[in-house]
């Protein structure tokens, strides 16, 4: 049998390893033995053509846009809660309305014990695993609507600059709730907001069930709003042993929200919730024709004059000696609201002395006459008014202010007659009518039926 055997390898002498020459360019040297690649197509395995990347379904393409706009989500969330309480809030003392207020702040505090309960990075509970993330959404959207509803009921209960005053504080807060610095307090604001609410609801539904407003009113509010925050506090307490937390994330800013509303209404800041004046103007003359119907009658205005459109009657008042100023006005109270006592009170801007008062005012006994109109009344200031600027004023007898109305008293020196015009304030509209609107509405005069003729005597 033939065999063969493989040559034997010779070792090779490790001295005669000649160091090779250092490679230039990436190119090997002149002569060397080495096979060179030559740059080309690179060969590409189809499979890695394919992405392997997961396509983002819509819910995450929501999530995303979510994340990116996150506090102008918030923004939008809270002005939402506003503006749908704009356009659906009924009088203040709709029993509809009381009942969503207190639905909505009972979903406000129950979110509220959820979030101390489970704080940011905590698994939320399972029942709410999928709707927790709106957590955020649902408490601007609730603290807005709130917050609006009770701030238009402050604004028709005053003038209007107090309350834009308030709801531009709210509105600080709620932004200041999204900076850094203060949610590292945790929700301090919005205990403190969710507080306020508190107590603006009961300010606004006691009045309505006593049929009454009055200090004790309002000081009854403040203590049913601070039982809600102790009922909170121990709730809070079962599930969060950290006294020293709650005292700082729910006790200071919950009872001190109280404290700062009982101030502001002794100081007259917070209008006397659920009177309103629903119509306030100046005139010439104020005349009671028929039952339920006044004629008021004011200067006519010349073309011109576009600003006076704006006007309630009278407001650029000329005056002839012997006259006086008519303030009229129609006061809205809930049904089965108790008699009442409103003060009228004129000031006079004087040269040297500023604003003065013109007296100690006029006490007027008004009452709800069961009609979304009102109670009308009118005053005159019992002198013949110098001209400058005049203020009249209307209050609540221990001095909360419900309306002001502000007109120039100029001289008049002509003797011809005025051209006059009239508007009639009825019962159930709010607003006065032109003459001539009013008495389009009227049904005609029946017509008197021809007497029956007689036959001639014999």
Known sequence: MLTVTPPESKPQDASNEVPGVPVEGGLPPPGANVAVATPGAAVVDPDDLVSTEKTPTLVDRVQAFRARYEKQEMALFFFAGFLYDVLTLSPVDDALTGVQNFVYLAILA??????????????????????????????????????????????????????????????????????????QLGPVIRVAVFSLCVTLYFASLLPVLFGRVGWWIFTLSVVLGCGSIYGLLRVLKRWRPDEKALLRTVAIPGFGAQAMLLACYFLGVIPPVPLAVQYSGIYHQVKRVSPGV????????????????????????????????????????????????????????????????????????????????????????????????????????????????????????????????????????TKPLPLEDWQKLQPPAPVPAPAAATAPAP
């Open 110 to 183: 129950g979110l509220l014990v959820l979030e101390q309960r489970y704080p940011e990075g905590a698994e939320p509970p399972k029942l709410l695993a999928k709707v927790w993330r709106f957590r955020e959404d649902a408490l601007h959207f609730f603290l807005g609507s709130l917050l609006s509803a009770f701030t238009l009921f402050l604004f028709k209960s005053s003038s209007g600059f107090t309350p834009l005053l308030f709801m531009a504080g709210m509105f600080g807060l709620l932004v200041a709730n999204e900076l850094p610095r203060f949610r």
């Open 294 to 429: 006044y004629h008021l009658t004011s200067e006519a205005q010349p073309w011109w004059k576009v600003w006076t459109a704006f006007h309630h009657g009278d407001q650029d008042f000329m005056v002839r000696p012997g006259e006086q100023p008519v303030y009229f006005f129609r006061i809205f109270a809930p049904k089965g609201f108790e008699p009442y006592r409103v003060r009228v009170r004129w000031f006079h801007d004087h040269p040297e002395k500023g604003w003065t008062a013109l007296g100690k005012g006029f006490l007027a006994s008004v009452s709800s006459n069961g009609s979304e109109g009102g109670y009308r009344y009118y005053a005159q200031p019992g002198t013949t008014p110098k001209p400058g600027d005049w203020r009249v004023v209307l209050e609540t007898e221990d001095g909360h202010e419900i309306n002001r109305l502000s007109f120039t008293v100029t001289e008049d020196t002509r003797t011809e007659p005025r051209e006059e015009k009239v508007d009639v304030s009825v019962l159930k509209v």
